[in-house]
Each structure stands twice: as C-alpha cells, then as structure tokens.
C-alpha cells in the first residue's frame, strides 16, 4: 500500500477514535450532581458539609470521585461504530505502515558519511547497497566533491588490486570513477590507471618462424566490466613498431589500427567486451637463425567524444585524453627456409612408401554439392611432403587442399578435404596430384627438405556418399 493509503487508513482511525470519545461522553441527562454509587439526585443536598452521606446508599460524599458533577447517558449506538471503525481501520493501518517500512529505501534516507562507514566495510552486510547509493549520488552530482575525489581514488586502487569481482560493485566504482572525472575531481593519471587497470592484451604468433617469411600475429584485448561510461570514452590501439632481434618488421596493407565501435547506446568501454584481430608482418630482409626476441609494442589512446549530447554520434570528434605504450617480448626460433629437391630418385622412393589412397565424395541431397575427402597412408616416407592435394577428373582439376607430411619410419595418414563440387561433376576415377607449394612450408615449419616434383596417383576409385 501506498504512503497516501495510510494516511487515509489514519484519518479513519482518527475518526473512529472521536466516535468512541463521543460514544463515551454520552447524552447529557442533568445538571444536577449525583451519586456515583446509586446515581441519586444530590440536589438540594449540603454534599460539602462535614460527614455528608448519600441519603439513598449512605455512602461518603468526601470520598475523591464519589459525586458525579452531571448525569449522562452513554451513545451505544456511536460507541460501537466508534469502536468498529477504531479496530478496523488501527489493524490495516498497522499492517500497511509494517509493510510499507519493510519495503522502504531507508538507505537513500542516510548521510553520506554514514554509507561511506559501511561501503568501505567489505563485512556489513549494507556494504553493497552503501556503496550503490553513493554511486548513484556521484552520478547525479550529490556527493560532496572532497568525499567523491577521495571515493575516485580509492576505487581505483580497488580495481588495480583487482579485488573487484562482483559486477555490481564494479559498476559502482566505476560509476563514481568516471563521474569524478566528468566533474574535474580527479586528474588524467588516474582515468589511465584506471582503464589500463580493466585491459587485458595478448599477442598470439608461432614460436617458429622461417627467416623469410611473413608472419601472422593475432592480437587479442579483453576489456572488464566498468561503469557507465556516461563521459563517453574512447580507445584506439595501434601497433607502432615491431622487430626480431634487431630487424624491422613491416606491416602488410593498412596499418594496423583497433577502433572498437562506439555509440550512444552501446558504448564500447562501459561493459565488458573482447576484441582480436589478426595482422600480417613482413621482415625487410632475411632474419637471423636461432632463437630470437620477437618485440611489438602497441600505442593505446584513450580519447573522450564531445559531451554536448546533441552531437553524440558515430562520428562524433573526439579529444585525446591519455596516451600510452604496452611492449610485449616474446622467444621465438628462426629456422632456415624449407628447400625443395627435385630428384627422381627420391620421387620414386616416396611413390613407393605410399600404402593406399581413399577417394570419398560426400554428397548432401538438398544442395546437390559435395565433399571431396581423401586419405593417403604413407609408410617410411624418405622425404617431407608440401604441396596441394588435386583431384583431375574428366580433364577437370580440383584443388582439394594442403597435403603435409614430415619424413620418418612408421605410418602416418594424411587426410584432406573441401568442399564445392556440383555432384554431377565427379566421375567413377580420379586421378591423384600431390603438387609441391613452397608457400605450404612457411606455416607448417616442421618440414626442411621436401619433394619439389609432382606426384600423381591414377584412377584412383571414388566412393559416394549422400547424406
């Protein structure tokens, strides 16, 4: 029930409580005096005079309350509907004003210093609440700018240490962080802290390389859950510079930039997200063999948009707030390119070691296009093998995909499989390519030497299957 009910549920009671005084004082009967004992008339009677008694019962006019002043008669009527509406509307109103006490905010009620004590108690059990009010009156300019700079501060501290684990709380903080600073209460170090305090970056590559291959990187950051970011802040990531050991690396295409989507409605640094992207590197020149340091560091700028909330879009200009570098260090080892020997020899001895080769089409019913998987069994291959698996039929190629295979004794299967091909294409037979691809070898750096001659299996059988 509502505040306004109970206050018509007292009326009432108010209401029912003057019945009652009404009911009780009741209808006025004489004037005259009477005995409380026998209700006899008194008038006429010296009722002050010494040893005066009641002429009726014979009882003791001195006596304190033994002469009524008038004779009334009591409303039993208004008396019980006095009482009536006294209990009825007393019992709701008691319940309701329970109730409504129960379910009352009495923390918004409180003093600041007051939910400050308990938001920095992490054992009261109002800890959180303490904490959520204060970020609420930080939002909406109600704390105290000394009291809110000395909350900022602390809260960074908070996510620093990274005790922050409840996403409330970390909402809190970060509500009272980024409103401090939308206020000017808190400096441009502290925003940095605290947002480098949120990232987690990660540079994912092969630990190794061919000194003259280009290089594939993936660049990953994780940003955690902060506050609203009501200033509408930024972040952009670029790797500025990137070598191993002492040689330059070059970015290929554009350069490499993170510029996370923004928007009035999804802002990028309020909740918490992942980012990756992948970039390729090139070195200028051959890289030096062994183990190498492999160095990229990263420029991460934190800008701020426009606070006029008018020209809050997309595209909206952006003011630098903080500029920093991150270097990451990675081990890696340099090996020598992969070499391809073209011996017939060695071509006949890896024909040799091959045991069996299974064609299979995978067809699917609803699209009529199918799979082409092929397995290939070698058995003490002499040689690497790097090249692309083809399928020729009818005078038709197919590249099925990449065969990679390392030299050893022993068996090893190599399975290789795409998809693309109209069912009505394939044939009964196919013949078999392995066609060498320099390009293989540089992600696949196990293998050294490898055959640079083509090696074809003819009228290989095709099984069909449909699913």
């Known amino acids: 029930m509502s505040l306004a009910g109970i206050l018509s549920l007292l009326i009432l009671f108010l209401s029912g409580a003057a019945l009652l005084a009404l009911g009780l004082r009741g209808r006025l009967l004489s004037e005259n005096p009477h005995c409380r004992r026998c209700r006899y008339d008194l008038s006429g009677i010296g009722i002050n005079a010494d040893g005066a008694r009641c002429p009726e019962c014979g009882a003791d006019l001195h006596l304190r309350r033994a002469v009524l002043p008038q004779m009334r008669r009591r409303k039993w009527t208004i008396l019980t509907l006095g009482l009536v509406v006294t209990l009825a509307s ?63 501060d602390l809260g960074v501290e908070m996510y620093e240490a990274g005790g922050l684990r409840d996403a409330e709380l970390r909402l809190a903080w970060g509500d009272i962080i980024e409103s401090a600073w939308e206020r000017g209460y808190i400096d441009v170090d502290m925003v ?17 390389l ?13 940003l955690r859950r902060g506050g609203q970011n009501r200033p509408g802040l930024r972040l952009n990531v670029r790797l500025a510079e990137s070598t191993i050991g002492i040689e330059p690396l070059w970015i290929e295409g554009d350069p490499y930039t993170v510029t996370p989507g923004w928007s009035p409605v999804n802002r990028w640094l309020s909740h ?20 190498q340091t492999f160095m990229l560091e990263y420029v991460f700028e934190l800008s701020e948009r426009d606070r006029n909330p008018s020209n809050a879009t997309h595209d909206s200009k952006t003011d630098t707030v ?21 011996n017939d020899d060695l071509a006949a001895l890896v024909r040799k070691s091959i045991r069996d080769v299974r064609a299979t089409f995978k067809v699917h019913s609803k699209t009529g296009r199918g799979n082409p998987v092929c397995h290939i069994d070698f058995e003490n291959l002499p040689i690497g093998i790097a090249g692309d698996l ?17 030299p ?45 001659q083509e090696i074809v299996i003819r009228n290989v059988p095709i099984s069909v299957e449909i699913d």
């Open 90 to 152: 007393g019992s709701t109103a008691s319940v309701a004003t329970y109730r409504w006490a129960q379910s009352f905010d009495w923390i918004r009620a409180r003093p600041s210093f007051t939910l400050t004590s308990h938001a920095l108690n992490t054992t009261s059990n109002q800890h959180s609440a303490s904490l959520v009010e204060l970020a609420r009156r930080a939002l909406n300019g109600k704390l105290g700018s000394g009291r809110h700079a000395r909350l900022a």
């Open 192 to 208: 940095q802290r605290y947002v480098e305090s949120r990232l987690t970056a990660r540079v994912d590559h092969q630990s190794v």
């Open 210 to 222: 061919r000194s003259e291959q280009s290089i594939p990187i993936r660049f990953h950051l994780y």
């Open 272 to 291: 918490g997200r992942s980012f990756s992207d992948y970039q390729t590197l090139r070195p200028a020149g051959p890289l030096p063999l062994g183990d």
């Open 322 to 342: 903080a500029i920093w570098k991150r270097r990451f260090e990675h081990k890696v080892k340099i090996v020598p390119e992969a070499i391809s020997i073209d």
């Open 390 to 406: 083809v399928w020729r039929m009818n005078g038709v190629e197919w590249n099925v995909g990449a065969v990679l295979a390392v």
């Open 408 to 452: 050893g004794a022993g068996l090893q299967t190599i399975e290789v499989r795409v998809g693309g091909i109209q069912h009505s294409l394939w044939r009964r037979e196919a013949d078999i390519i392995i066609r060498p691809n320099h390009e293989h070898t540089k992600r696949f750096v196990d293998i050294g030497d490898y055959l640079g």
